[in-house]
C-alpha cells in the first residue's frame, strides 16, 4: 500500500493550497482518510478527517473553517483544501489510511501513512 500525498508549496498568508492524496495497492473508499501535519521540533498532530462515505468529517480547533477536507472514491483520492493560510500552518503534511471506516483523530487509528508533503505559509 501506498499514498502518495502532493500540493504542498510555498504560499503568502492568506492564500490557499490544496493537498491531494492518491493511494496505491488499497481501496479507499473502504477506509476512513485524514490529514497530519508535523513542524520541525514538534509531534505529529491531526488536522482532518473524513469517514469512508463521506458524510462525516471532522477537523482540529486550529483549523476549522478555513481547512475543508473531501474525498473522490471513483479517483481513489482525499484532498485537502487549505484556505486563508497562516504562518503557523507551515509544516509537512501527512495523508494516512484509517484502521476503520470512522473519521478518527489518533495516530494509532491509522495504519498506512504517505510521505510528507511540505506547506510553507510566509508571512
Known amino acids: 500500500v501506498q499514498l502518495q500525498a502532493s500540493g504542498g508549496g510555498l504560499v503568502q498568508a492568506g492564500g490557499s493550497l490544496r493537498l491531494s492524496c492518491a493511494a496505491s495497492g488499497r481501496t479507499l473508499s473502504s477506509y476512513g482518510m485524514g490529514w497530519f501535519r508535523q513542524a520541525p521540533g514538534t509531534e505529529r498532530e491531526f488536522v482532518a478527517a473524513i469517514s469512508r462515505n463521506g458524510y462525516s468529517s471532522v477537523y482540529a480547533d486550529s483549523v476549522k473553517g478555513r481547512f475543508t477536507i473531501s474525498r473522490d472514491n471513483a479517483k481513489n483520492v482525499v484532498y485537502l483544501q487549505m484556505n486563508s493560510l497562516k504562518p503557523e500552518d507551515t509544516a509537512a503534511y501527512y495523508c494516512?489510511?484509517?484502521?476503520?471506516?470512522?473519521?478518527?483523530?489518533?495516530?494509532?487509528?491509522?495504519?498506512?501513512w504517505g510521505q510528507g508533503t511540505q506547506v510553507t505559509v510566509s508571512s
Open positions: 494516512a489510511s484509517a484502521r476503520g471506516v470512522l473519521a478518527v483523530t489518533t495516530i494509532l487509528s491509522y495504519d498506512y
